[in-house]
């Protein structure tokens, strides 16, 4: 039903990545790469600065309880998810790069050389 990620050191944040793209919303520490890609749309981004370990423990409980009780919310959380990790597919970076390349943002195109690619 969601992700309970909470580790304090993950740079990248692929396994939360890999979670919305299956709908799950997530309940992570803001810190490092989940930190960037969570927030109150998608799930929970608990932070853990100036807390003891038992002041995050009770806060990522807060999160639990609030996503297990509340039905609508998880199902809102779930479809931002989702949409989050559509946009980050390959397929949308790829659209993106490409759009980039052939010219539709000005700025690009203003600074491309004459000429064959």
């Known amino acids: 039903d969601a992700l309970l990620f909470t580790s304090l050191h993950d740079s990248s944040g692929n396994v939360v990545l890999e979670a919305m793209a299956h709908g799950l919303p997530v309940i992570c520490l803001k810190a490092g790469g989940p930190a960037m890609m969570v927030d109150s749309a998608c799930g929970f981004a608990v932070d853990p600065s100036g807390l003891h370990a038992d002041g ?5 409980g807060v999160a639990l309880s609030l996503l297990s009780t509340d039905p609508a919310r998880w199902q809102a959380l779930r479809a931002e998810s989702l949409a ?3 946009a980050a597919s390959w397929a949308a970076a790829a659209s993106k ?5 052939h010219g539709s943002t000005p700025s690009l195109r203003a600074r491309r050389p004459e000429g064959p690619a």
């Open 56 to 60: 995050v423990i009770h806060e990522v």
């Open 97 to 101: 790069t490409y759009a980039l390349l």
């Open 84 to 86: 989050r990790a559509k």
